[in-house]
Nanobody, 123 residues
């Protein structure tokens, strides 16, 4: 089993910055990829950024040039540096991990979600 805990959300003015963190813990064998999603009220959950174990990244068009995803494999942690924040970035940001967990007599690769951290950007 893998647990994900997000942190770093808060209230910031437009143009400001926040750095989100997501720490993975549990019976982790490996993490193939980690990603950040966000969901605003009345909207579908959408992919914001993703990073593979090899360092390949993918960003939503709406955040390219403003957000940067990074990782610390030794700490099983992924970060999302958010700069030049806009009111439309307001949402609950969720961490996601494609990870392999150790079982009693086997390993299992599954997809895991964190609890989310609220980001609010005021005008």
């Amino acid at each position: 089993q893998v647990q994900l805990v997000e942190s770093g959300g808060g209230l910031v003015q437009a143009g400001g910055s926040l750095r989100l963190s997501c720490a993975a813990s549990g019976s982790i064998v490996s993490i193939n990829a980690m990603a950040w999603y966000r969901q605003a009220p009345g909207n579908q959950r959408e992919l914001v950024a993703a990073i593979t174990s090899g360092g390949s990244t993918n960003y939503a068009d709406s955040v390219k040039g403003r957000f940067t995803i990074s990782r610390d494999n030794a700490k099983n942690t992924v970060y999302l540096q958010m700069n030049s924040l806009k009111p439309e970035d307001t949402a609950v940001y969720f961490c996601n991990a494609d990870a392999t967990a150790l079982l009693v007599m086997a390993v299992k690769r599954s997809n895991y979600w964190g609890q989310g951290t609220q980001v609010t950007v005021s005008s």
